[in-house]
């Protein structure tokens, strides 16, 4: 059995080392804010934050986790920081498909909880990770910069 911390929570796993986290969160724990969209770490749609760090849930060997602490959009989105990055990229419309939004929130997080004051750069740089083919990405890094005033003391 593989233990670590879901969202919060002590589960176990009696997935292989070598399963990727991507298909045991979907498959065995029903979490699907994680996307498969590319299989190679490219595109981002899979995000978790892993122990405190954005990673690409399809490059994560299950083996690799023991101990460590997964956090995905539904565990994510219970936070009042969730709450102002909502409203943030609502405000500006940086949502269209919706497909690629799980991994770019989670990406904002690790951008701004390191950084609460990042310049456009800084943004830039930190959802470069994160394909959208949807909006483009002025109205997504116009909503980070939101959430990092209007989340003020958060990060």
């Known amino acids: 059995m593989i233990k670590f911390i879901l969202n919060g929570q002590e589960v176990a796993s009696a997935a292989k080392a070598n399963e990727r986290l991507l298909d045991v969160l979907r498959n065995e724990f029903s979490i699907t804010g994680v996307k498969c969209g590319c299989k190679e770490g490219e595109c981002g749609a899979c995000s978790v934050i892993l122990d405190n760090r954005l990673a690409n849930s399809c490059m994560?060997?299950?083996?690799?986790i023991e101990g460590s602490a997964v956090v995905t959009i539904e565990g994510y989105r219970e936070t009042e920081r969730f709450m102002v990055l909502d409203k943030a990229y609502a405000s500006v419309s940086a949502v269209q498909c919706g497909f690629?939004?799980?991994g770019?929130?989670?990406a904002s997080e690790c951008i701004l909880a390191k950084n609460p004051n990042p310049t456009e750069n800084d943004?830039?740089?930190g959802i470069s990770g994160n394909l959208c083919r949807c909006t483009g990405y002025n109205a997504i890094v116009k909503a980070i910069n939101i959430a990092a005033k209007e989340g003020k003391g958060l990060w």
């Open 100 to 102: 690629c939004i799980p």
């Open 123 to 125: 943004i830039r740089d």
């Open 60 to 64: 994560v060997a299950m083996g690799s």
């Open 104 to 106: 770019m929130i989670l």
